[in-house]
């Protein structure tokens, strides 16, 4: 049983930025089998799909509310997938999580996300 971990969460002031994790637990993420997607929850909102990277990078999908802020990318050395978030929003506000599948649908989808993390808090607040 594959299980993620995110970090890197935090408070933020709108218009800073953020990066985060998200990794196996006690395991190795192999980026070459699995597509890797994040995903948020804002207070009192559904789901949102943000970002998914396919396996061994072929292709990245972005939510239309994150293009051109947020990245999506792998440091294959450390099996680990990265969320840069940058120019934070206030509605950027949200519990993040990672979650593993076999490919990226595109929009972002939890459908086939099969591994999830517990998530991380950001809060983009002044």
């Known amino acids: 049983q594959l299980q993620l971990v995110e970090s890197g969460g935090g408070l933020v002031q709108p218009g800073g930025s953020l990066r985060l994790s998200c990794a196996a637990a006690?395991?190795?993420?192999?980026?070459?089998?699995?597509?890797i997607g994040w995903f948020r929850r804002a207070p009192g909102k559904e789901r949102e799909g943000v970002a998914c990277i396919s396996k061994s990078k072929k292709m990245t999908v972005y939510a239309n509310s994150v293009k051109g802020r947020f990245t999506i990318a792998t440091d294959d050395a450390k099996n680990t997938v990265y969320l840069q978030m940058n120019s934070l929003k206030p509605e950027d506000t949200g519990v993040y999580y990672c979650?593993?599948?076999?490919?990226?649908?595109?929009?972002?989808?939890?459908?086939?996300?099969?591994?999830w993390g517990k998530g991380t808090l950001v809060t983009v607040s002044s």
């Open positions: 006690g395991a190795t993420l192999d980026l070459d089998f699995y597509a």
């Open positions: 979650a593993a599948a076999m490919v990226c649908l595109d929009p972002v989808s939890y459908v086939g996300m099969d591994f």
